[in-house]
């Protein structure tokens, strides 16, 4: 079944990934969600009704969790898909790059499939927590130490020092930030960036989580406490191996 379930989710996010490049050049519908600059579009509304129905109408036992509607089940309970439809939407909106779809499968809240599709890339990152693949090709990560090494961020945490962010990245080469979590996460599985800070919703890294897991990665609260699955919380995914180094500068 859950081979099933994750060739079902790689065709789904694919087909959500052909349909937004059709769209690319589409006046959007923008409207303002809790602030001017918390944004949604029609199209992440129509790539997650179309996602939705797809998963109602294939495995019609399982839960969803999604961003853009009000339904909020929690993660632990059951069999869940969760799904960001648009992650980037600013970057979406403004650059028409640096965007994905994700999508997650948690049982009684163990991750079981991750799907991140980078959709100007065309890269289909994909597992089910022991192995992932880019496309194709089997990933293998071989993890730097901090000192030779970047860290992705939230700017707003990076320049508060909230969490103790900004301590720990003077331990590192330098800091980027992109504006999407699933950029960061498949940055992360091709080697670019040794791991992400940032302050996130569940939808925001449940699939990521999934596809760094194999690597020895831990997706956690910053203070090292587990993450609650609900609600946005400052969190980390990093290499669980170099736990004990940064938790001096972390609080
Ligand atoms: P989103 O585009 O799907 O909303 C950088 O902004 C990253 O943080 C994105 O992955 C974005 O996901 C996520 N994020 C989560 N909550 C956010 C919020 N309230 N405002 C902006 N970005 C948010
Ligand atoms: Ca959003
Ligand atoms: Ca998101
Ligand atoms: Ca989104």
Redesign the pocket.
């Known amino acids: 079944m859950l081979n099933t379930k994750l060739e079902f989710a790689k065709t789904v996010v694919q087909k959500a990934g052909v349909f937004i490049k059709q769209h690319l050049s589409d006046d959007l519908e923008i409207s303002e969600k ?1 602030h001017f ?2 944004l949604v579009t029609n199209l992440d509304r129509e790539v997650q009704d179309q996602i939705l129905t797809q998963i109602q109408s294939t495995f019609p036992g399982d839960s969803v969790l999604a ?1 853009e509607n009000d339904v909020r089940h929690d993660i632990s309970d059951g069999n869940v898909w969760v799904l ?1 439809p ?6 979406f909106i403004v650059q028409r790059d640096n ?1 994905a779809v994700m999508l997650a499968y948690y049982e009684a809240g163990v991750g079981k499939i991750g799907v991140i599709l980078d959709v100007m890339n065309d890269n289909l990152y994909w597992g089910d927590g022991t192995s992932a693949y880019k496309n194709e090709t089997q990933i293998h990560l071989t993890v730097k130490p901090l000192r030779q090494s970047l860290i992705g961020v ?1 700017t707003y945490m990076y320049r508060t020092n909230a969490g103790g962010l900004l301590d720990l990245s003077h331990e590192s080469l330098g800091v980027r930030a992109i ?4 950029i960061e996460y498949v940055n992360i599985l091709d080697g670019k960036i040794w791991g992400y800070f ?4 569940p ?2 890294y449940a699939a990521g989580a999934v596809l760094i897991a194999p690597f020895g990665y831990v997706t956690q609260q910053i203070d090292g406490s587990p993450l609650a699955f609900e609600g ?1 919380q400052m969190m980390m995914s990093v290499p669980s191996d170099q736990l004990d180094k940064i938790k001096a500068y972390l609080k």
């Open positions: 809790t600059d918390d961003e960001d648009i992650d980037g939407t600013t970057n965007f939230n504006g999407s979590a699933g940032s302050n996130l919703s939808w925001d946005r």
